[in-house]
């Protein structure tokens, strides 16, 4: 209720009214993808690129929006103590099949830059139990993406 009253009245004073709000899912899976560039303590220009196209392209958003979110994701990613305030989001927002798409999301981010380390394998494993996505499909998801990678397929989105 405050936050529609305080949008109300940012809107009325001419102000920026954000976008996207916490309970939004885009929200919460563009703060896991950003988890996982920043996991590393290596933020390369390859996986922002990456993770901008990734969300353009899977929430129909143009490249204005996709910045704004990402921007929104890194302050909402800053703030976050754990990973259930996003994953929690997904769950009551997403099928089975939209969760496993999260997690495969996860992993083209993490490969953006080459590789899979041991913190980005780690991160996605504790999203994915949370996202109740079952280990196996885990495992097959990682495999398809790191094929697609090793095949050059991955730049096609």
Known sequence: MLRTLTDFIAEIAGGHRETFVDTDYRLAAAALLVHVVTIDGVVGAQEMEKLRRILAARFSLGPAEAAELVESAIA????????????????RALDEEG???IVEMMFEVAFADGGLTEFEDNLVWRAAELLNVASRDRVEIRKRVRDAFDDGEADEV
């Open 99 to 101: 969760r496993r798409r």
């Open 76 to 91: 909402r990613d800053a703030e976050a103590v754990d990973l259930y305030s996003f994953t929690s989001v997904l769950n």
